[in-house]
């Protein structure tokens, strides 16, 4: 049989220096809040703070603390941080991230959780694209917390003696939301490559990222939909972690639609591509190649 | 803690299999223009004997096989660009499909020296077409259940039983069917064999079912006594179990799991064109973004499977995503019935052929419940 011929595309770490800086800047800012003073979640969890700060030497950004005062730039800057951490660093550590993130970006009424978003976008598009990718990363894992969340609560919890993991309607009920995330995650997972490869210039990103924004869009629905469902009126508490993961869907793409003009502006845009294409398959396959796109 | 989240790394196409795709496409405008088929049908509908030849005879069946038993050595990537290509086109596969997709990899790796030189290069070949010999009246998805029996004879075997859903086992050579040769243990996987037989035997009785469109595909295979030789055994006796759901990852990851509707799609695109309104751009775009996802996961398997691993999971997930992606585009598209002015002949065709066809989508391959049991077992669920 004649050797395998197949390329992976790895995501690499920094986008381009811009986004670089904000990163590091975003990424430094966080490790000295949470070391210096022991404020988010980690801060009764030393190892993990340790641990963090090892994260940050890894990456590279140590030489940026202390940090300057980014406050302003705090919920975009740490978009990036998210898009590079997932790639870059332990789960657990994102989901940290994720929860730092959630913590310096919004207030305390739950009202604000899904319309503090910022719906300018930035004028550069290179900066948009990325900020677009950034926000379908973050959904994605915290699509994967909420789920590893709710996998773990259905085998603890038990109802009519047994526990919830046992009934074939949980079952089937999580394993769809499952492959949502699944979808989800792929379609970040491409966009993020084309982002890779070709820069925020690319001229199929923009495409890629409407697809993604519509694919993780309904995600949303069906993770928001299954996970609270299976939790019962528990993962309806403020005291339960749940509602952190679903509050930062909802914010999040709330945000990523606005930053694309709207869910259905991005699907009209996907359709006249179909049509200028003259087929949906013609315009797909060529959205899809890499490289050399004709 | 398992991992709970399915990853599907990305990968891409390499060059040579955006060049094969190129031809392909050339080829197959070439045979429309000729008008030697017109688009219809799905993998599992289309039959014509002389188009599988037509691509036996370029190399596009067997492509990924060693050249000794007539394969093209070619990468999963590239016959994965071939397949799209004939799927989208909705060209005429369905005679030599299972064949090339199951039959001959499954003799390839379980087959005997003989078996291999005897049938995979006419499978490469397009002379010889398989059908699949698994469901029975009383085994739909417990599949562990069946009753068809192989006993051991001189020189060979006798089998006694029936199977049902045999899709075009009228017109192909052969069947690879799936019998109880010993007990089935606790597990109920021990005591299955797998056995090549000749659908043209006369001790084979082959009737037809028709389905609900009105159509015959769909066959019931009797066997009476029928007797097969010992050299139409397939791997060791007892370890059929494995060899079937070693099939299941070929069958389930396809693209033929998500571009069943693709007629229907593209039809109706092609009936508005540049006057399509905003919800038909709407409905489009929305299907073109969930396609984006299925197939870059499609892509990811047959990478996977290329690399020698076993992404049973991900093929079932990809496969009940797809199947419930094909479903809903048909309410969606019949709903923009009325943005088309007038509604072409092509589209009304389409819809109702994919209208009538749509139960099987999630059925065939193995049910959503199953594959949705098989997800939810990754999960940790069960």
């Given at each position: ?22 990163a ?101 598009t ?62 970040t997972?491409?966009a ?5 490869a ?23 629905d ?43 502006r ?17 315009g ?11 | ?40 049908g ?26 000794q ?206 006057d ?15 396609l ?15 690399n ?75």
């Open positions: 049989m004649p050797a395998p011929d197949i390329r992976i595309v790895q995501p690499v770490l920094a986008f381009d220096a811009t986004l670089e800086d904000a590091r800047r975003a990424f430094s800012d966080l490790a000295e809040r949470w070391y210096r003073h022991g404020s988010g979640p980690a801060a009764d969890e030393p190892e993990r703070r340790r641990s963090l700060l090892r994260t940050v030497v890894d990456l590279g950004f140590a030489d940026a603390l202390p940090a300057p005062d980014t406050r302003d730039a705090w919920p975009d800057a740490a978009v990036i941080i998210r898009a590079q951490a997932r790639f870059a660093v332990p789960v657990d550590m994102a989901l940290l991230l994720a929860t730092g993130d959630r913590e310096a970006s919004i207030g305390g009424d739950p009202s604000e959780y899904v319309c503090t978003a910022r719906s300018d976008a930035p004028p550069d290179n900066a948009a694209a990325a900020l677009a990718l950034g926000r379908c990363l973050q959904i994605s894992s915290a699509m994967q917390a909420a789920l590893e969340l709710s996998l773990g609560y259905v085998q603890q919890r038990k109802q009519f003696g047994r526990p919830l993991a046992r009934f074939q309607a949980i079952q089937h009920s999580l394993a769809i939301a499952a492959e949502e995330v699944a979808a989800s995650v792929a379609i997972d491409l993020l490559a084309c982002m890779v070709e820069g925020g210039a690319s001229a199929r990103l923009p495409a890629l990222l409407d697809a993604a924004a519509i694919v993780a869009g309904r995600g949303v069906v993770v928001y939909d299954v996970c609270h469902q299976v939790h019962g009126a528990i993962g309806f508490t403020r005291e339960y972690a749940l509602h952190r993961h679903s509050l930062d869907l909802l914010r999040w793409r709330d945000h990523l639609h606005a930053l694309c003009g709207g869910e259905l991005c699907a009209e845009r996907l359709g006249a591509l179909a049509i200028a294409a003259n087929g949906l398959w013609p797909l396959t060529s959205l899809m190649k890499g490289g050399d796109s004709e | 803690m398992p991992a709970v989240v399915f990853h599907f790394p990305t990968f891409e196409f390499p060059p040579e299999a955006e060049a094969l795709r190129r031809d392909v496409r050339a080829f197959l405008a070439e045979e429309r223009a000729a008008g030697l088929w017109r688009p219809g799905d993998f599992a509908t289309h039959y014509d004997p002389s188009f599988s030849r037509r691509l036996g005879e370029r190399g596009w069946l067997g492509m990924t096989w060693p050249e038993y007539g394969g093209h050595e070619r990468s999963a990537l590239e016959r994965l660009a071939l397949t799209e290509e004939l799927l989208a086109a909705n060209a005429p596969v369905a005679a030599h499909w299972i064949a090339d997709r199951q039959s001959g990899p499954l003799l390839l790796r379980y087959g005997s020296e003989s078996q291999r030189r005897e049938f995979v290069p006419r499978i490469a070949r397009g002379e010889i077409f398989f059908s699949i010999g698994m469901s029975e009246p009383d085994s739909g998805s417990d599949l562990a259940s069946i009753r068809t029996r192989a006993t051991r004879v001189d020189g060979g075997w006798r089998i006694v039983g029936q199977k049902v859903w045999t899709t075009f086992a009228h017109l192909n050579h052969y069947a690879i069917v799936l019998a109880r040769t010993g007990d089935a243990g606790e597990s109920r996987h021990e005591g299955l064999s797998q056995f090549i037989v000749d659908l043209k035997a006369s001790d084979v009785t082959v009737r037809p079912i028709v389905n609900m469109a009105g159509q015959r595909e769909f066959n019931e295979v009797i066997f009476d006594g029928t007797f097969v030789a010992e050299d139409r055994l397939v791997g060791e006796p007892g370890n059929g179990w494995r060899q079937v759901t070693s099939e299941l990852a070929y069958e389930r990851s396809g693209p033929e799991r998500y571009l069943s509707c693709i007629r229907l799609l593209e039809a109706t695109l092609r009936c508005a064109g540049r399509a309104s905003p919800r038909l751009l709407e409905a489009l775009g929305r299907a073109c973004a969930k984006i996802a299925l197939r870059s996961m499609s892509i990811t398997v047959a990478a996977l499977l290329q020698g691993e076993t992404p049973d999971l991900e093929a079932a997930l990809i496969k009940d995503l797809g199947s419930a992606f094909e479903r809903e585009q048909i309410g969606v598209f019949r709903a923009l019935k009325t943005e088309l002015h007038p509604p072409s002949a092509e589209y009304l065709g389409a819809l109702a052929e994919a209208t009538l066809y749509a139960p099987s989508w999630t059925l065939r391959g193995g049910t959503r419940e199953i594959l949705r049991g098989i997800v939810a077992r990754g999960l940790g669920l069960r």
